[in-house]
């Protein structure tokens, strides 16, 4: 649901976006996604990895909706997330009383108490597009329901829902 509601020029952003980060983590996934299109493509792994970030961001949009790349697009969707929009995951940590390192969360700190979350949730209403901030709430209840298990409860005491900040109609 969430990357069907991205417009494509954000789809297309996140792709770019999953190839940029240059860290060994990073670098690994690449690696995965990167052998999974080789295959759809019927190319060799080695000529995709020599292409451009755009050229390799150009072929994954293409072809993202193509089966064996679902468990690929949380991926893409939490990187385009955390590097892109950065400022509302520091905004809902830092006004939820989650402590956090420029928006990485500290150890197990996680959010305890309701209002906290609402404090936030909040505050990403008064600073932020609808859209984005549905982006980033729909992104934790389906990818870290575990972690924010408050998070619905919050999100209906603010009189919203990830839905609704979509432009999706609730039916």
Known sequence: MLWKAMPPDAQQDACRCFFEPSDSASKEGQKALLAELAK????????LQRQTLEAKAKYLGLHIDTRGFGGFKESL?????FYRYRPLLICLLSESGIPH????????AAPSQATSLD????????K????????YLGYLLCAESDSWQELPAA???CATSVPKLLGITDK
């Open 155 to 157: 999100l209906e005491r």
């Open 128 to 135: 932020f597009p609808p859209k984005d901030v549905g982006l």
């Open 40 to 47: 759809v493509l019927k190319f060799r792994l080695v000529f």
């Open 77 to 81: 969707l939490r990187n385009w997330l």
């Open 119 to 126: 404090s936030g949730v909040k505050a990403l209403l008064a």
């Open 101 to 108: 390192e420029d928006g990485l969360i500290a150890g197990d």
